[in-house]
Nanobody
Framework: QVQLVESGGGVVQPGGSLRLSCAAS????????MAWFRQALGNEREFVAA?????TYTDSVKGRFTISLDNTKNTLFLQMNSLRPEDTAVYYC????????????????WGQGTRVTVSS
């Protein structure tokens, strides 16, 4: 049984940083694409970053966010720096077997989400 459990969300001022974690069980990082999505109130779920063979980011977070894996701990991370109010959203960890895809409907496994609020 696959489980993805996110943590690390919170309230931060503009320009601040947060690190999100996603503890994964029941799947292998070597055969799955691991990704972060986010969903702001009233918006569709949006791709943020993925870590297949090469790391991929949506344009709005390039240079500010870094996705990484710790294979020894089966944990996915998203380091978020220089946060902006428009980064406010619920952030979800997701996984899919096989090849990278930015479409949320291609991902089989989802965490429950962790809320990030960027506000002064």
């Amino acid at each position: 049984q696959v489980q993805l459990v996110e943590s690390g969300g919170g309230v931060v001022q503009p320009g601040g940083s947060l690190r999100l974690s996603c503890a994964a069980s029941g799947l292998s990082f070597s055969t799955n694409v691991m990704a972060w999505f986010r969903q702001a109130l009233g918006n569709e779920r949006e791709f943020v970053a993925a870590v297949p063979a090469t790391k991929t980011y949506t344009d709005s977070v390039k240079g500010r966010f870094t996705i990484s894996l710790d294979n020894t701990k089966n944990t996915l991370f998203l380091q978020m720096n220089s946060l902006r109010p428009e980064d406010t959203a619920v952030y979800y960890c997701a996984a899919k077997p096989g090849w990278y895809a930015p479409n949320s409907n291609r991902y089989l496994y989802w965490g429950q989400g962790t809320r990030v609020t960027v506000s002064s």
